[in-house]
Structure formats: C-alpha cells, structure tokens
C-alpha cells in the first residue's frame, strides 16, 4: 500500500499454464475504506513471465510504489520500476519496458 492506493497480484493457473494479473486500487478516506476505483496493469497483465518479488514505498512519497520484478522464464534482466500513481486509478511505470537478458 502507497496512501489511499494498494497493488493487487493474482496468480490464475489453467491446467496448461499460470499467469500472473495485477491491479491498482484506490481507496477512500474512511475509517472502513471502500474501493474508489480499481484498473488492470495492463503492461503487467496476462504474463506468465512477470513476477512481482517485492514492492516498497519510498519514505518521501505516498504516491509512488517501487517495484523488483523477475522474469519467471529468463526473458529480461531484474529490474525495478517506478509506480506513479495518480487520483482517478492512473499511474505511470518509468522504466516501462525492461532490458533484455
């Protein structure tokens, strides 16, 4: 969780294969928070090959979410993107594209 924002990360297995679909919620105020509005990672979504291993907020942001990313099949070098986050479920990935293996 980053302030009123949380990443969300399932893991949807078919008898074939599994692959991984993250979402980015924001939440009210409230004591007992609803969700405001939740979008897909849609740079994210659907792969077999991005795996989240961690996430952490900078101390000087509340709105920005660091994430260490792995490849699950050697496909690009780890590497650690930075989650703008925006009212309204928007967000930024800077780097947005890793480098390859």
């Not at 009123?4 to 949807?12: K, T």
């Not at 599994?18 to 004591?31: K, P």
């Not at 077999?48 to 490849?71: G, H, I, N, T």
Request: charged share 20%.
């Amino acid at each position: 969780m980053a302030g009123p924002y949380r990443l969300l990360a399932f893991q949807v297995c078919s008898p074939e294969h599994c692959w991984n679909d993250f979402f980015l919620q924001e939440l009210g105020m409230d004591e007992a928070p609803d969700v405001v509005c939740s979008v897909p990672i849609t740079e994210f979504n659907g792969s077999s090959d991005v795996v989240v291993q961690s996430a952490r907020r900078p101390s000087d942001s509340v709105s920005e979410l660091e994430l260490s990313l792995v490849s699950s099949h050697g496909i690009f070098k780890p590497y650690t993107v930075a989650l703008k986050l925006e009212r309204g479920c928007k967000y930024r990935l800077s780097p947005a594209v890793p480098e390859a293996a």
